[in-house]
């Protein structure tokens, strides 16, 4: 089954510093790589999807890259700001669509 | 339009009791899943519902585990004979059919005391 690799488990910038979070994934079959964070106590929020047809993908301050023959993608974020700071999670998805397998979380804080 | 909800927010519950976990899914959403969130850890996938098929459980820890959804919406996680071990944030998704997007609800905290 998928195996989702995240990296790192805790990440700390300076307000309008970039931020970069990487993820492996072990089926090549997997299709689709979305992008969560989650505010302490609250839901997990969708920030950024790719999938793999699609070696990039940008909104706003937010990209997402896809490596599909290394089987990793990353998440990047510029010009941080302290609204920023959640745990960001990475997750894949194969081609039966059945369910998410998530990263650990990477633990973003971004001080002023 | 409403979210994902879930109830009850909070469970505090004694080791050995069996509790009942409820998840309305967004209106109009073929598929639904359970996922369990330990403390500091990622989502576990529990169960997975799409339509009127017969469910993925291959996520489930153990037989104490189990989930119906009933009419193709609401659904209601159990889990029988608690152990401390099962105290988790217990979380909720749901996507239109043909789409990958799932969408949270809030999210059940239980704990086993």
């Known amino acids: 089954g998928e195996n989702v690799e995240q990296h790192p488990s805790t990440l700390s910038v300076q307000e309008g510093d970039s931020a970069v979070i990487k993820c492996t994934y072990s089926?090549?079959?997997?299709?689709?790589f979305p992008w969560y964070k989650q505010e302490l106590g609250k839901r997990p929020q969708l920030i950024i999807d790719i999938r793999s047809n699609v070696g990039e993908k940008k909104d706003q301050r937010i990209a997402v890259t896809l490596n599909k023959t290394a089987k990793h993608f990353s998440l990047h974020i510029t010009e941080t700001q302290p609204e920023d700071s959640a745990v960001y999670f990475c997750a894949a998805v194969d081609q039966a669509g059945t369910a998410l397998i998530f990263g650990k979380g990477t633990t973003l804080s971004v001080s002023s | 339009g409403a979210g994902v909800s879930q109830s009850p927010s909070n469970k505090v519950t004694e080791k050995g009791k069996d509790v009942e976990l409820r998840c309305d899914p967004i209106s109009g959403h073929t598929a639904l899943y359970w996922y369990r969130q330990s403390l500091g850890q990622g989502l576990e996938f529990l169960i997975y519902f799409q339509g009127n098929s017969a469910p993925d459980k291959s996520g489930l820890p153990s037989d104490r585990f189990s989930a119906e959804r009933t009419g193709g919406s609401v659904s209601t996680l159990t889990i029988q004979r608690t152990q401390q071990e099962d105290s988790a944030v217990y979380l909720c998704?749901?996507?239109?059919?043909?789409?990958?997007?799932?969408?949270f609800g809030p999210g059940t905290r239980l704990l086993v005391l």
């Open positions: 998704a749901s996507t239109r059919w043909g789409q990958e997007t799932q969408y």
């Open positions: 089926d090549s079959a997997s299709n689709y």
